[in-house]
T-cell receptor
């Protein structure tokens, strides 16, 4: 089925380690984004991309890096993990002006 | 800039009771409005959307919402809830000419349906 695929579903890191959360979509959506979800905070936009080769910062970009080399893929890199980055991360995509996001199932990250 | 306020962080109800989840937004321009639902351990999915036209919008699973421009509200309602409606519900607002990056989410309302 078409959709947004995130890997891994769960990950435990030690402080200072780096890792990449993968996101892929097969709907030919121009727009892709990463959110983090924390209790009582709702969804906060980390980074987004409006097309291959174009990325921009969202509300909470510090400590994260992204790139968009293809339309399909939008990985999120944690450069040096910190306990404050313990969260559930969601990748989402849409057509550029549609505003209707398709979400992945989420990646739960714990930083010790 | 737009903002969204979901007035209740948690709403417990009994099965087959009606429910209303409240959402207010602030914007000086016309808006698009959305409700998303997140079932336990899943991603969000679109429940319904208001873009223009009729102010009463029907969505999936028997939910509906009414756009009230004068009160800047977009409350979500269901006349009779089921156990399976237990989930977190997010209201969101966007500008018609803005891209998806301009979508602003509320902090969510956890609906718990008890037997």
């Amino acid at each position: 089925n078409a959709g947004v695929t995130q890997t891994p579903k769960f990950q435990v890191l030690k402080t200072g380690q780096s890792m990449t959360l993968q996101c892929a979509q097969d709907m030919n959506h121009e727009y892709m984004s990463w959110y983090r979800q924390d209790p009582g905070m709702g969804l906060r936009l980390i980074h987004y991309s409006v097309g291959a080769g174009i990325t921009d910062q969202g509300e909470v970009p510090n400590g994260y890096n992204v790139s968009r080399s293809t339309t399909e893929d939008f990985p999120l890199r944690l450069l040096s993990a910190a306990p404050s980055q313990t969260s559930v991360y969601f990748c989402a995509s849409s057509y550029r002006q549609a505003n209707v996001l398709t979400f992945g199932a989420g990646s739960r990250l714990t930083v010790l | 800039a737009q903002s969204v306020t979901q007035l209740d962080s948690q709403v417990p109800v009994f099965e087959e009771a009606p429910v209303e989840l409240r959402c207010n937004y602030s914007s000086s321009v016309s808006v698009y409005l959305f409700w998303y639902v997140q079932y336990p351990n899943q991603g969000l999915q679109l429940l319904l959307k208001y873009l223009s036209g009729s102010t009463l919008v029907k969505g999936i699973n028997g939910f509906e919402a009414e756009f009230n421009k004068s009160q800047t509200s977009f409350h979500l309602r269901k006349p009779s809830v089921h156990i399976s409606d237990t989930a977190e519900y997010f209201c969101a607002v966007a500008r018609p000419q803005g891209g998806s990056e301009k979508l602003v989410f509320g902090k969510g309302t956890k609906l718990t349906v008890n037997p």
